[in-house]
Nanobody
Framework: EVLLVESGGGVVQPGGSLTLLCIIA????????MGWIRQAPGKGLEWVST????????HYISSVEGRFTISRDNAKNTVYLQMLHLKPEDTAVYYC?????????????????????RGQGTQVTVSS
């Protein structure tokens, strides 16, 4: 069983940047595809990005494509989400989660079906 702990959230002005971190404790981190999901105020969960086990295949929802970059360091059991050019609509609680559908083979994901265990979340607020 894995434990996920996110950090790196905060308050930033529009156009600013943040990098989120997720440290995973537990066995066989290398065997897990990973991802980031978010929940904006008053809205449901939305998947943001996924990455496969060795980090060479990543996917993004269209609203963050070109602004966000997911990466992982298997030696440090850590997943990152670099977020640039942030917009007010990126305001949400961001969760790191295991991904049950292989990003090597698939590029679209269902929030109810394709994500497993997640952390407690980190708040990102984009506001002037």
């Amino acid at each position: 069983e894995v434990l996920l702990v996110e950090s790196g959230g905060g308050v930033v002005q529009p156009g600013g940047s943040l990098t989120l971190l997720c440290i995973i404790a537990g066995p066989n981190f290398d065997d897990h595809a990973m991802g980031w999901i978010r929940q904006a105020p008053g809205k449901g969960l939305e998947w943001v990005s996924t990455i496969n086990t060795n980090g060479d295949s990543a996917h993004y929802i269209s609203s963050v494509e070109g602004r966000f970059t997911i990466s992982r360091d298997n030696a440090k059991n850590t997943v990152y989400l670099q977020m640039l050019h942030l917009k007010p609509e990126d305001t949400a609680v961001y969760y790191c989660a295991t991904v049950l559908r292989d990003p090597t083979l698939y590029s679209d994901f269902d929030i109810a079906r394709d994500f497993g265990r997640r952390g407690q979340g980190t708040q990102v607020t984009v506001s002037s």
